[in-house]
């Protein structure tokens, strides 16, 4: 009983530890911005790199998405004599949570990795040490352009699965069932506002920022060796789906209130 | 002789409950340099990591040009970091860079000197360490041997005035180890840095070294010039020179 609530306690203060060591990283982040050091360069060279690359997959997976939606409310929608409020369903759902979600899912997956990867390698083969022995510091150099990059573009991938969701919805409400593609943007626009387009996205933002955070992190903190770097990579990703699906709950709660 | 460029003072550095370093002390006197002898894993790298401020000692000091790095300020300590140069065992050239933006990073973050001046200085650490045309290259392209010699063109591109080296010969074969050994000591001619190299190749030592001292368990068990390193009777050199498995010496 006692070895229990030890290895508990255990696993609490490691958490806690980590969540310590995220809000550091972000308090240096924060700190190297107040003092003018974003290297404009680099970190338009990762907008590129983790933002631009992605949108092919986004939309992809956006467009899917927006789809089974559209195929699931259709259906019920026609049943129950409603057919005019699935657009504006699609929309709301994609607006208010798949859109700011399966961003930062694929983001995760595809960007946070290549991140905490690339960290990783360059602890492994001491460039991360040769960066501060040449009185660079690796937060400003390399972890502060990757947040700044990613901060920019995820809002705009969340807008992209918006878009690419409701179009994908549309298409399959009047293939599957006869849902003319009139009525369901005129459904979109009697029940979706643009706070909903808007505070998405700002749940996108913080995503972003949670992903960078944790993606560079998991790479400055990974172990020896070629083992290191891939549990680091995995850790990454698993981490950061955990903490944007906890974080998704509450933002929810806090901007979508249910009056 | 003037004052001493690097003085370590009862540098102890314990992990957890094990001890690395054991309050070792140590001069080297300005534009000399030292080496450091001992099996893998006696604290010789640690050594290094503490005298660039890498690794926090437990407990000691450590002066670079009479300033104490174990207590000081993040940005004295990048203020000091700048005139010193460490070369690393695995080369850690920056893999998305060429062999020229390595070697010119350092002089792009910390100097104003236009672009023109910094690729002369680049072609000219280049040439010293027989690169010369190689600037496009990535590390990638170019073999372990040429990575060393590109990396300690970057160590020394902004003219430090110490300069370290992580077993620089190690994994190399005997023709590349003699060439980075008189590309050291070439380097130190040249630049009239204080160095300090870390091997366990002793004809390297031999060679570059004006003292050598001898880490073992974390303590210094001998130390002297090279000529008495090739004469002494003391028991743990004497095993380390003849690589005997036989001595005080226990792996």
Known sequence: MIRFFESLGQSVIAILDYIGGLALLLWDVLGFLAAGGLRWPLAIYQMAFLGVNSIMIVLLTTTFAGMVISLQLAHVAVQYGVSNIVGGGVALAMARELGPMLTAVVVAGRAGSAITAEIGSMKVTEQIDALECMAVSPIKYLVVPRVIALVCMMPILALFSDMAGLVGGSFVAEASAGIPQEVFYDSVRRMAVLDDVTRGLFKAVIYGTQIALVSCQQGLQSGRGAAGVGQATTGSVVISMIIVFMTNYFLSAWLFPIN | ?251
């Open chain 2, 1 to 251: 002789m003037s004052d001493p460029a690097i003085v370590v003072k009862n540098l102890t550095v314990t992990f957890g409950s094990r001890s690395v370093l054991n309050n070792v002390s140590f001069e080297v006197p300005r534009g000399t340099t030292l080496v450091i002898l001992g099996l893998s894993g006696v604290g010789k790298s640690t050594t290094l990591r503490c005298m660039v401020g890498l690794q926090k000692p437990t407990s000691g000091e450590i002066y670079i040009n009479n300033k104490n790095i174990a207590t000081m300020k993040p940005k004295e300590l990048d203020q000091l970091r700048k005139r010193v140069g460490m070369a690393f065992q695995k080369a850690a050239l920056f893999d998305s860079m060429t062999v020229g933006d390595n070697v010119a990073f350092g002089l792009r973050e910390h100097t104003r000197l236009p672009e023109e001046d910094i690729q002369r200085i680049v072609a000219e650490k280049l040439a010293i360490v027989d690169l010369e045309g190689m600037d496009h290259l990535y590390p990638s392209q170019i073999s372990g041997g040429m990575q060393k010699r590109a990396s300690f063109a970057r160590t020394v591109a902004t003219d430090p005035d110490v300069v370290l080296y992580d077993e620089p010969t190690s994994g190399l074969d005997p023709i590349i180890s003699t060439v980075i050994n008189e590309l050291i000591l070439e380097l130190q001619h040249r630049l009239g840095a204080t160095s300090v190299v870390v091997t366990h190749d002793l004809a390297g030592a031999m060679l570059v070294a004006h003292n050598i001292i001898m880490l073992h368990e974390g303590k210094i068990v001998w130390s002297g010039p090279p000529k008495e390193f090739a004469a002494t009777d003391n028991p743990y050199i004497k095993q380390f020179r003849e690589g005997s498995s036989k001595g005080p010496i226990r792996v």
